[in-house]
């Protein structure tokens, strides 16, 4: 059973790097063909994709967090993390890591979150 769980710091000040970890468990971050993702929800907004680390630990973020994000991995931890560089209110959201195979990019596995608050 592939497991997924966000884990961060819940209150963030602005102008703070937000610093997220997503640990898997049940799959290796290496193995196989997937990109592991994440995305957030701001309070009344839609998900919004942030970016990913894959297989092979190729990186791709949102031109709408470029500046800011960046995605790197522990490949001795099984972790991805996400790092977010000045935060402001407007990052205050829901994170989310999720797993897409290569074949489909459709999300397969979701954690279950962890909110963030800018303030």
């Known amino acids: 059973q592939v497991q997924l769980q966000e884990s961060g710091p819940g209150l963030v000040k602005p102008s703070q790097t937000l610093a997220l970890t997503c640990t898997i468990s049940?799959?290796?971050?290496?193995?196989?063909?997937?990109?592991w993702t994440w995305i957030r929800q701001s309070p009344g907004k839609g998900l919004e994709w942030i970016g990913y680390?894959?297989?092979?630990?190729?990186?791709n973020v949102s031109p709408a967090f470029e500046r800011r994000a960046s995605i790197t991995r522990d490949t001795s931890k099984n972790q991805i993390t996400l790092h977010l560089t000045s935060a402001t209110p407007e990052d205050t959201a829901i994170y989310y890591c999720?797993?897409?195979?290569?074949?489909?990019?459709?999300?397969?596995?979701w954690g279950q979150g962890t909110h963030i608050t800018t303030r």
């Open positions: 049940g799959d290796s971050i290496t193995a196989n063909y997937y990109y």
């Open positions: 680390n894959n297989y092979i630990g190729h990186t």
């Open positions: 999720a797993r897409a195979p290569l074949a489909t990019r459709e999300f397969d596995y």
